[in-house]
């Protein structure tokens, strides 16, 4: 029995032993999914996120910085410095991050204009730091762990425009003479930089009612490939507008051709029924449907009353009815 326990005691602590050292090397990570850039154009920019997290109980000095053939093309910023020029962007960055906290660092790989057509590869590393050389600031020999995440970027000369565009409207029903708030969200997955321009066509049923066009502002950053991008949103006048059910196309338009289209509709001055989110009596509905569709809501509620009051009926004759005694022959059974 005791060389059993002293055994036993003896394998625990291998264990601890040997799975100590890992847990204290789980100091930080970071996303490792490799980043492919295909088709990647020449004298364009790519971007990506970076999500750096610290595992340890105590704050970690983390260093983000590339190596390899990309690593000249490469530049870090934080998401919140996007807008704020190459000022805020280096090819190495350094944050601290509280014990269990995550962060999120953004990348841009500008390639030059006299790039070769071929395939370039490299790395983007997360450094967990020790702490002289933080304080420092020297670079080289003090980094108790590292994270990389592989990067390729193939080069070429051909230019591929594809933008896809979230168009959401601040809401789907407005008020006679409200104007409508609707915004615009670029996911540009070609490999040009795209500053759209905006037409939108407002309809009827019937008829196309007007179209106007927005550019681009002026002080928003391009859409660069492989990056979302939020603009300002943009008020649809529509104090002209009757009470009724309105379409809208957006084309989205670079050089006069339209590389994106989306569609959407609005009502204005429209109610909603008895359910909410259906409309029962919009505007627009004829006199005959909306009497039939009172008609179905009376006849859903009657049925439910009645059936309500038969469940309610029965149950107080199970009550009152005396219990039936069970006679001697029926125990015997």
Same mark, same amino acid.
């Given at each position: ?10 394998? @625990? ?14 100091? @930080? ?305």
């Amino acid at each position: 029995m005791f060389f059993k326990k002293f055994f036993s005691f003896a394998l @625990i602590t291998t264990v601890i032993s040997i799975l100590a050292p890992m847990a204290a090397v789980q100091a @930080i990570g970071q996303t490792t999914e490799p980043i492919v850039i295909t088709n990647a154009l020449r004298g364009e920019s790519f971007r990506d996120t970076l999500i750096i997290v610290n595992t340890e109980q105590s704050a970690s000095n983390i260093a983000v910085e590339a190596e390899g053939d990309i690593a000249p093309w490469a530049f870090f910023y934080l998401p919140q410095d996007e807008d704020k020029g190459d000022d805020f962007r280096a090819t190495t960055t350094q944050l601290t991050l509280a014990a269990g906290e995550r962060a999120n660092v953004n990348v841009v790989f500008n390639i030059p204009a006299d790039t070769p057509n071929g395939e370039y590869t490299g790395y983007v590393s997360a450094k967990k730091l020790a702490p002289e050389q933080a304080e420092s600031d020297e670079s080289g020999t003090s980094v108790s762990q590292r994270i990389d995440r592989e990067v390729t970027i193939v080069v070429s000369d051909e230019e591929d425009i594809k933008l896809d565009v979230s168009v959401i409207p601040k809401s789907y029903d407005i008020s006679k003479g409200e104007a409508l708030s609707v915004r615009f969200i670029y996911d540009n997955t070609g490999n040009v930089s795209l500053k759209p321009e905006i037409k939108l066509t407002l309809k009827t049923e019937e008829k196309t009612l007007y179209s106007l066009s927005f550019p681009y502002p002026e002080n928003e950053s391009a859409v660069i490939p492989h990056s979302l991008h939020e603009i300002p949103a943009i008020e649809l006048p529509t104090a002209s507008l009757e009470n009724g059910r309105y379409y809208v196309t957006a084309e989205f338009l670079r050089d006069n051709t339209t590389i994106s289209e989306k569609e959407f509709y609005f009502n204005v001055g429209s109610g909603k029924g008895l359910v909410s989110g259906i409309k029962i009596f919009g505007e627009g509905s004829s006199l005959l449907v909306k009497i039939a569709l009172l008609v179905l809501v009376i006849i859903i509620i009657g049925a439910g009353v009645k059936i309500t009051m038969m469940k309610k009926e029965k149950a107080s004759k199970n009550v009152s009815k005396p219990a039936k005694k069970k006679s001697k022959r029926e125990f015997q059974l």
